[in-house]
C-alpha cells in the first residue's frame, strides 16, 4: 500500500512551453501533498506544500506564478512549469502523506529536460 | 528546523554491517529523527524513524542516546543493492510538513 506515481517519467520540452506534471495516490487519499526538485549532485529542496482544495504554499525563493500548483482532489496534484527554461531542468518529485501517518510517500520523479 | 551532519561518503563490503551516524546538535523536543534511502533517478523511500533509544524494522535499526544530538543508522549484513544515499532528517514527524533534506550520504558497497 500507499504507491505515489508520476507521470511523466521524463519529458523534454522546448524553452518558453509550459510542462504538466502529474502526481496520484494510487491507493490512500493524500491530505497534503509535496513537490520537491533535485539538481544533479544535489539534495531534495522543498518547493511547495499543497492541501486539496486551497492554494499551495510555496517555499521562499519558488516563484508561484512559474510553478502552478494544482490540489484538486485527494489523490491528484499537479505541477505546472510556465514558460520553462534550460535552468529549469531537473528531477521534479511530488510525496504524499495521509491523516495520522507520520511519513511521507515519494513517487519515483520526473526528469525535465528544457532545451 | 535542526540542521544535520553526515559523512558525505562512506564505502563498505557485502555482508557488513554498515552505521552511518547523524549529528544534530539542535534538535528540539518534538522532533523525530527519521531516515531516507535515495537510489539514483528514483524518489526517497523511507526507512525508519525514531525518537529515543533504540528502534528496529525489518530493514535497519536507529540507535538514538540519550542526549538525542546524535543517531547511528544501523544496516545489517549489506548488500549491493544497498548502495544508494542515505538522508537524515530531523523534524516533527508528521506527515503535514515539508521534509528538510541535507546532504545525505553516499553508499557504497563494494563486492
Known amino acids: 500500500g500507499a504507491v505515489v506515481s508520476q507521470h511523466p517519467s521524463w519529458v523534454i520540452c522546448k524553452s518558453g512551453t509550459s510542462v504538466k506534471i502529474e502526481c496520484r495516490s494510487l491507493d490512500f487519499q493524500a491530505t497534503t501533498m509535496f513537490w520537491y526538485r533535485q539538481f544533479p549532485k544535489q539534495s531534495l529542496m522543498l518547493m511547495a506544500t499543497s492541501n486539496e482544495g486551497s492554494k499551495a504554499t510555496y517555499e521562499q525563493g519558488v516563484e508561484k506564478d512559474k510553478f502552478l500548483i494544482n490540489h484538486a482532489s485527494l489523490t491528484l496534484s499537479t505541477l505546472t512549469v510556465t514558460s520553462a527554461h534550460p535552468e529549469d531542468s531537473s528531477f521534479y518529485i511530488c510525496s504524499a502523506s495521509r491523516q495520522f501517518s507520520y511519513e511521507q510517500y515519494f513517487g519515483p520523479g520526473t526528469r525535465l529536460t528544457v532545451t | 528546523l535542526a540542521k544535520t551532519t553526515q559523512p558525505i561518503s562512506m564505502d563498505s563490503y557485502e555482508g557488513q554491517e554498515v552505521n552511518i551516524t547523524c549529528s544534530h546538535n539542535n534538535i528540539a523536543t518534538n522532533d523525530y529523527i527519521t531516515w531516507y534511502q535515495q537510489f539514483p533517478s528514483q524518489g526517497p523511500r523511507f526507512i525508519i524513524q525514531g525518537y529515543k533509544t533504540k528502534v528496529t524494522n525489518e530493514v535497519a535499526s536507529l540507535f538514538i542516546p540519550a542526549d538525542r544530538k546524535s543517531s547511528t543508522l544501523s544496516l545489517p549484513r549489506v548488500s549491493l543493492s544497498d548502495t544508494a544515499v542515505y538522508y537524515c532528517?530531523?523534524?516533527?514527524?508528521?506527515?503535514?510538513?515539508?521534509?528538510?533534506f541535507g546532504k545525505g550520504t553516499h553508499l557504497i558497497i563494494q563486492p
Open positions: 532528517l530531523v523534524g516533527p514527524g508528521g506527515g503535514a510538513d515539508g521534509l528538510t
